[in-house]
């Protein structure tokens, strides 16, 4: 193999590699209680700016492998 084509490879072993690094990272920062209270308080704070109320969440739980998200006890307070 030519000196280009061993660098070419190289870069693409080494960028699958990153890839590879970043969703198994990305997935279990997903599963985390950080992330849902994250998810949560940016869900709260969206809509109050777009209400003007108070909202209340009572629980927030997102599932990563089938992309779904469970809302519970969603209330939006009116002023």
């Given at each position: 193999?030519?000196?280009?084509g061993?660098?070419?490879?190289?870069?693409?072993?080494?960028?699958?590699?990153?890839?590879?690094?970043?969703?198994?990272?990305?997935s279990?920062?997903?599963?985390?209680?950080?992330?849902?209270?994250f998810?949560?308080?940016k869900?709260?704070?969206?809509?109050?700016?777009?209400?003007?109320?108070?909202?209340e969440?009572?629980?927030?739980?997102?599932?990563?492998?089938?992309?779904?998200?469970?809302?519970?006890?969603?209330v939006?307070?009116?002023?």
């Amino acid at each position: 193999m030519s000196r280009p084509g061993r660098i070419i490879r190289n870069i693409a072993i080494g960028l699958l590699v990153l890839v590879v690094i970043v969703v198994t990272a990305a997935s279990f920062v997903l599963r985390t209680d950080w992330f849902q209270d994250f998810a949560k308080q940016k869900i709260v704070a969206a809509t109050e700016d777009a209400t003007g109320g108070r909202v209340e969440i009572g629980s927030f739980r997102f599932d990563p492998a089938q992309l779904r998200t469970v809302v519970t006890d969603f209330v939006v307070h009116g002023y």
